[in-house]
């Protein structure tokens, strides 16, 4: 049985529900550091983050994403645009004590990186190609790949 098992059961929580997604309430600590750079038809950005959450009760465990993002996307005009996507993340949780992760739950490392063209057909109306690559490594290991076609109509 792992930690982060053990230590779920002991808190009374179900081990296989923990999602990003949750209502219980919590402070979030971020700090985000952006620049941003913008031609005719080139924008790049690159951000670098820290986020924080820190759980008012003793379950969920507490969290921290610490990462760099790159962001370029360029237009080729007639509604038609390209973007790559790359980031990388280090992912912590655990039990906080004095302001410590002390008992951690899991740890992992995610790279990813995505390439999309997007074609603005009408103004509502947009069709876009994806393919993405995850790769991540740490207390769980495993690699992703996809295609994808979207279209997405807004009303």
Known sequence: ESTAKRVLTELGADPGDLSGFTSYPFVAKDATATVLAEGARTKLRLDVYDRKREYLEVFPPDEERTGVRFNALYDFGAYIYAEFDAR???????RREREQLTAILYHYYDWNAIGRVTWEAYRDFQVAAEAGYLHRSGDTNYDGEWLALRLRYTF
Do not use: I, K, P, R
């Open 88 to 94: 990388y993340e280090d992912v912590l949780a655990g």
